[in-house]
C-alpha cells in the first residue's frame, strides 16, 4: 500500500498550488480520501474530505473557500487545490485513506510554505 503526495513547494501570499496523492496497492474508489497539515509545533488537522463513491466533500473553516478537494478514481488520484494562500497555511500536507477500522492508510507528507 502506497500513498505518494506531490505538488508542495514555496508560493507567495495570494498564491496557488495543486497538491496530489496517487494511491497504490488498494481498491482507491472505496476509501474516503481525506488532506490534513501539520504546523510546526501544532498538531496535525483534517483540512478537506471526500467521500468514496458521491464524492461528497468538506472542509475546515480554516480553508472553506479558498481550498477545494477532488478525486479521479479512474487514475486512483486525490487533489487538492489550494487558492489565496496565506503564511498560516504553511505546513506539511499528508494524504489519508480510510475504509474502516484496520484499512487506513498515510501519505509521508508533502511540505508547503507560503511565504514573501
Known amino acids: 500500500v502506497q500513498l505518494v503526495e506531490s505538488g508542495g513547494g514555496l508560493v507567495q501570499p495570494g498564491g496557488s498550488l495543486r497538491l496530489s496523492c496517487v494511491a497504490s496497492?488498494?481498491?482507491?474508489?472505496?476509501?474516503?480520501m481525506k488532506w490534513y497539515r501539520q504546523a510546526p509545533g501544532k498538531e496535525r488537522e483534517s483540512v478537506a474530505r471526500i467521500s468514496s463513491r458521491v464524492h461528497s466533500t468538506s472542509y475546515a473553516d480554516s480553508v472553506k473557500g479558498r481550498f477545494t478537494i477532488s478525486r479521479d478514481n479512474a487514475k486512483d488520484t486525490v487533489f487538492l487545490q489550494m487558492n489565496r494562500l496565506e503564511p498560516e497555511d504553511t505546513a506539511v500536507y499528508y494524504c489519508?485513506?480510510?475504509?474502516?477500522?484496520?484499512?487506513?492508510?498515510w501519505g509521508q507528507g508533502t511540505q508547503v510554505t507560503v511565504s514573501s
Open positions: 489519508h485513506a480510510r475504509a474502516g477500522v484496520g484499512y487506513d492508510y
Open positions: 496497492g488498494f481498491t482507491f474508489s472505496n476509501y474516503e
